[in-house]
Every structure is written in C-alpha cells, then in structure tokens.
C-alpha cells in the first residue's frame, strides 16, 4: 500500500468554524490531490500541488485553501465551514500522474460532517 | 470545459461478462484511467490507457480510443466480489501539471 495517512478520519464541526484537514505521504511523490466525493457527484478535484509551494485550482476550489510547505504534507483548510462542505474528503498522491507505473494512490479519506 | 459520462448503474449476472463505458470531451487529454471503488472505501487503481487499444489485465481489460473519446472496462468471469462503483478518469494536462478530472462512476451489481 502507498504510504498516505490522512487526519482526522472523521470530524464533525459547526458552521462558521476554521477546519483543516492533513494528507501526510512517506513516498516522496511530487503530486498531491484533494477530492470531495458526494452523492450523485463522484469525485471533484478541490486543490492539487505539483511540488513544494506549487499549487493549483481544481473544478469546486472554492471556500477552501491549501498549503504544501513540504513534500509530505498537503493541508487542506475550510477557512468557514458551511454546511454545504460536509462530504467525504479523499487525499491523492502519484509521483509522475502521466506514467503507466504511477498512478494516483488514495488515502483511506475523511469523513467531515458540518452543523 | 471538461465533461466525461458513464452509465450510473449496471446489474449482472455472477460467471458473466460486462462492460462499462466511458465517453469523454476534454482539453488537454492525455490518457484514461478506470477505477474501482466498494462502498465506504478508497478508489483503488485498475488501469491506465493513454494510447489507443486494448490493455489486459488479468479478468480486467480497459479500451481506449482516443479520436472517438471512448474507452470501456471489460469485467470477464465476474464475482459477487466486483460489486462496487468503477470511475472513469481523464488524465488533463495543465500549465501547472497533470490532473485526474473523474466521471460520476457506474454502480455495478453483480447478482447469483
């Protein structure tokens, strides 16, 4: 298994309070992602980092926030939560996405539930 | 904008074969994955196409055709065990890297 950890594995908080969610990889891979999945909609691409520092939008990135100051760790932060962002959070880790040997890997995702 | 489709549910039968389609309309294609999720899990990796043709796997086969923007996973000899949500994926290229853009995923029943 791909060494990627993700905390907490489920949280429950109210509207309106700071979240931050950690991915934590042991691989050294260069690519991380994090997805929201909810029913009816699959997975949606929130943030994904290309490298330390380097980071990027995905198709529903907003009302979140990410930050990658080192290899290993991807933060993902509700700045506000809403109830609208209770879903199940799935980090994401590949060290080269376009190559056959290296797909994307998945963390076991957390369970965040907004009141 | 990016838009990928696959059937939202299947039912078949166990020892049976199925197969899954995935339409997709993107920029900067670069390559399909497919997926398989069970409920209450992680999606786990199954294949990767990103040249046209047929990748074997085992009871798992995965088509890809890229001027028609099709693919389709091929389940042979199926198990109550394939039970589970398979995703269909588009690998997109972007100034700031390489990201996986999913479909809605095919819930697949297998049934006695």
């Known amino acids: 298994d791909a060494g990627i950890t993700q905390s907490p594995r489920h949280k429950v908080t109210e509207t309106g309070t700071p979240v931050t969610l950690r991915c934590h990889q042991t691989e050294n891979h260069r690519y991380m992602y994090w997805y929201r999945q909810d029913p009816g909609h699959g997975l949606r691409l929130i943030h994904y980092s290309y490298g330390v520092k380097d980071t990027d939008k995905g198709e529903v990135s907003d009302g979140y926030s990410v930050s990658r100051s080192k290899t290993e760790d991807f933060l993902l932060t509700l700045e506000s939560a809403t109830s609208s962002q209770t879903s199940v959070y799935f980090c994401?880790?590949?060290?080269?996405?376009?190559?056959?040997?290296?797909?994307?890997?998945f963390g076991n995702g957390t369970r965040l539930t907004v009141t | 904008g990016q838009n990928i489709d696959q059937p939202t549910e299947m039912t078949a039968t166990e020892g049976a074969i199925v197969q899954i389609n995935c339409t997709y309309q993107?920029?900067?294609?670069?390559?399909l994955f497919w997926y398989q999720q069970h409920a209450g899990e992680a999606p786990t990796f199954l294949s990767y196409?990103?040249?046209?043709g047929l990748e074997e796997k085992g009871r798992f086969s995965s088509f890809l055709s890229r001027s028609k923007g099709y693919s389709y996973l091929l389940l042979k000899e199926l198990q109550m065990k394939d039970s589970a949500s398979y995703l269909c994926a588009a690998l997109i290229l972007t100034g700031g890297g390489n990201k996986l853009t999913f479909g809605t995923g095919t819930q697949l029943k297998v049934e006695l």
């Open positions: 994401a880790i590949s060290e080269s996405p376009g190559r056959k040997n290296s797909p994307l890997h």
């Open positions: 196409n990103v040249l046209d």
């Open positions: 993107t920029s900067g294609f670069n390559g």
